[in-house]
Nanobody, 117 residues
């Protein structure tokens, strides 16, 4: 089992920045990719950014150039730096961890990000 604890959400004005953190514990040796998804009201959950143990990353087109993702393997923590935030970034952000064999993923409890115009 893997436990994920998120922090860093909140309310920010458009153009501002926030940093989300996700700390993993438990069977972390089984984890390859960690990332962030978000879900806005009335919409499906979507991938925002993901980083593999190797360091390779991928981002949703809507956040490219504004968000960065990083990973501290020593602390088992992944960070999502969000800059130039827009009202459409408002959503609940969920941390996700995917096992090496790709058969199982784990989710955090979610953290609310609200961007006011």
């Amino acid at each position: 089992q893997v436990q994920l604890v998120e922090s860093g959400g909140g309310l920010v004005q458009a153009g501002g920045s926030l940093r989300l953190s996700c700390a993993a514990s438990g069977s972390i040796f089984s984890i390859n990719a960690m990332g962030w998804y978000r879900q806005a009201p009335g919409k499906e959950r979507e991938l925002v950014a993901r980083i593999k143990r190797s360091g390779s990353t991928n981002f949703a087109d809507s956040v490219k150039g504004r968000f960065t993702i990083s990973r501290d393997n020593a602390k088992n923590t992944v960070y999502l730096q969000m800059n130039s935030l827009k009202p459409e970034d408002t959503a609940v952000y969920y941390c996700n961890a995917l096992t090496i064999d790709g058969t199982r993923d784990y989710w955090g409890q979610g953290t609310q990000v609200t961007v006011s115009s």
